[in-house]
């Protein structure tokens, strides 16, 4: 992650939780929401992504943001999920993650599109207009289905 992602994340937590963002907080929030699909990630991994250091295998964060934006997504659809505002934190991390594994080739577009759009269907609410465009501009920057 960049460090205007990083402010990013930091200005959002500050906005929805009261405080700016607690690394600690967000790998136990990526295990929760991740549940199994995230215990190939580690703390170290997780702040590694963060930090905009991680060197190991970018499928392991292709899966596993991949998995809990689909659940997010399908939550929504089935209406089965409550969405809080902590939710929409690890959300914005995730799909923060996943834009930086696309930009590795760890996966493609054509896979990762849907996940995205509809993943964010499920935190629009949460978002203030600003925060919306400037995430999905971050997001589909460079690595856009043409890219």
Known sequence: ?????????????????????????????????????????????LLALLEGSYSGDWWEPVFTFSEMLAYFAGARQLQQHRWNDEATVTWAFAVLALADALEQSASNWELQFNLVIDSFLAVRESLDVEEGLWIMRRVFRSTGPQG
């Open 1 to 45: 992650m960049t460090p205007e992602d990083r402010a990013f994340l930091d200005a959002l937590s500050l906005r929805l939780l009261e405080e700016k963002l607690r690394p600690d907080w967000l790998v136990k929030s990526v295990h929760h929401h991740g549940g199994l699909d995230a215990a190939s990630l580690s703390r170290s991994d």
